[in-house]
C-alpha cells in the first residue's frame, strides 16, 4: 500500500496523559500536513512542513501540541496534558512539490480525551 | 482567514437523481478543489478546478467555477447510494510565501436506495 498511512487509529487517553500520533506519507512527497477534525466540520489546518522544515502553526496549534518530521520522510504529532477539547479527528495528508498540487489524505487517528 | 462555505449543509435524494452542492469563498483564489469524506474516514480528492477554468468534469462529477461571484458548484450526476459521503470544497490561503488549504464546513450528501 503506498498511500498515507496513520498510526493508531483509535486513541482513547485520559486527560493529562501524553500522546503521540505518526504519518507516513506517499514516499516521494515533500509536503506533509496535519489538520484536525471534530463532528460536523471540517478539517481544520494544524501545521505544515516542506522536507523537515516546519513552515507554518496554526493558533490553533496551542503550545501542548508540537509536530516533527526528522528526516523529511515521516511525522508525529504529539499533544501534552491532553485535555478533553482535544478529543477529535487528527488527519495527516501529503502532497508533492509544486505549490497548489492534490493533497493526498490518511485515514486519520481518532482521539478520544476522558 | 478565508473558508470557504457549502451549500446546503445537508442534502437527501433517491438513488438515480442528481446532487448539487455549492461552495462560496471570500477572497481571490487560483485553484479550487473538492474533496469528499465518507463516514470516519479520510478525505479522498475527487477534483481540482483553476481559476481560467469554468468547468471541468471527471465521470459522474461536473464542477463549475464561477470567480466573479466566488462561487464553486459540485454536480453528481445519476447518484449511487455508494456517493452517500460528506463533501468539502477547499481553497488556497497564502501566508508569508506558504500555501495551505482551508476547507469548509461540508455537504453531508445521503443518497437513498
Known amino acids: 500500500d503506498t498511500g498515507v498511512s496513520q498510526d493508531p487509529r483509535h486513541k482513547i487517553t485520559k486527560r493529562g496523559q501524553n500522546v503521540t500520533f505518526r504519518c507516513d506519507p506517499i514516499s516521494e512527497h515533500n509536503r506533509l500536513y496535519w489538520y484536525r477534525q471534530t463532528l460536523g466540520q471540517g478539517p481544520e489546518f494544524l501545521t505544515y512542513f516542506q522536507n523537515e522544515a516546519q513552515l507554518e502553526k496554526s493558533r490553533l496549534l496551542s503550545d501542548r501540541f508540537s509536530a516533527e518530521r526528522p528526516k523529511g520522510s515521516f511525522s508525529t504529532l504529539e499533544i501534552q496534558r491532553t485535555e478533553q477539547g482535544d478529543s477529535a479527528m487528527y488527519l495527516c495528508?501529503?502532497?508533492?512539490?509544486?505549490?497548489?498540487?492534490?493533497?493526498?489524505f490518511g485515514p486519520g487517528t481518532r482521539l478520544l480525551v476522558l | 482567514s478565508q473558508q470557504g462555505e457549502e451549500d446546503p449543509q445537508a442534502l437527501s435524494i433517491q438513488e438515480g437523481e442528481n446532487a448539487t452542492m455549492n461552495c462560496s469563498y471570500k477572497t481571490s483564489i487560483n485553484n479550487l478543489q473538492w474533496y469528499r469524506q465518507n463516514s470516519g474516514r479520510g478525505l479522498v480528492h475527487l477534483i481540482l478546478i483553476r481559476s481560467n477554468e469554468r468547468e471541468k468534469h471527471s465521470g459522474r462529477l461536473r464542477v463549475t467555477l464561477d470567480t466573479s461571484k466566488k462561487s464553486s458548484s459540485l454536480l453528481i450526476t445519476a447518484s449511487r447510494a455508494a456517493d452517500t459521503a460528506s463533501y468539502f470544497c477547499?481553497?488556497?490561503?497564502?501566508?508569508?510565501?506558504?500555501?495551505?488549504?482551508?476547507f469548509g464546513t461540508g455537504t453531508r450528501l445521503k443518497v437513498l436506495a
Open positions: 477547499a481553497t488556497p490561503e497564502s501566508t508569508s510565501g506558504t500555501y495551505k488549504y482551508i
Open positions: 495528508a501529503s502532497s508533492l512539490g509544486a505549490v497548489q498540487e492534490t493533497q493526498y
